[in-house]
């Protein structure tokens, strides 16, 4: 396709109630800055040309439900992270303001729900 260029994913933007609460969140959680933070909008990133997590002020917000619940706001994606020491990896997630989620579907992978609502996992590098 010759609208692509090298380099073309700039990052996922990210519902919220709170963006710079939730970017700091996530700044803790992955080591990442906050690289930018204005009213409505604040922006994680792993180096200064990216990726970013870029969290957007959404009025009205209403968390998604894990696991789904017909009727109710459905996850419409969610964020996996491969960490080497699970359980070590949770306790810190926990301390930061992750809650975990009542349904753990795999022994290797264990679903959080970041302070936002939104659910992320946590995967047991077993490589």
């Known amino acids: 396709m010759r609208s692509r260029t090298q380099g073309m994913w700039w990052g996922t933007a990210i519902e919220a109630p709170d963006p710079g609460a939730l970017a ?3 700044s803790g959680l992955l080591g990442w800055p ?3 933070e204005e009213p409505g ?3 994680v990133a792993a180096a200064p040309e990216g990726p970013f997590l ?3 002020q959404a009025p009205g917000y209403h968390a998604p439900v894990w696991p789904p619940v017909d009727g109710q706001q459905r996850p419409m994606m969610h964020l996996d992270f491969q960490v080497g020491d699970l359980d070590a990896a949770v306790a810190e997630a926990l301390a930061l303001g992750a ?3 009542a349904d ?3 022994e290797h992978v264990r679903v959080l729900l970041d302070p936002a ?3 992320f996992c946590l995967c047991r590098d077993d490589g």
């Open 24 to 26: 700091k969140f996530y």
């Open 34 to 36: 906050v690289g930018h």
């Open 41 to 43: 909008t604040a922006i």
């Open 54 to 56: 870029v969290f957007q």
């Open 99 to 101: 809650t975990m989620a």
């Open 104 to 106: 753990q579907p795999q």
């Open 117 to 119: 609502g939104h659910p």
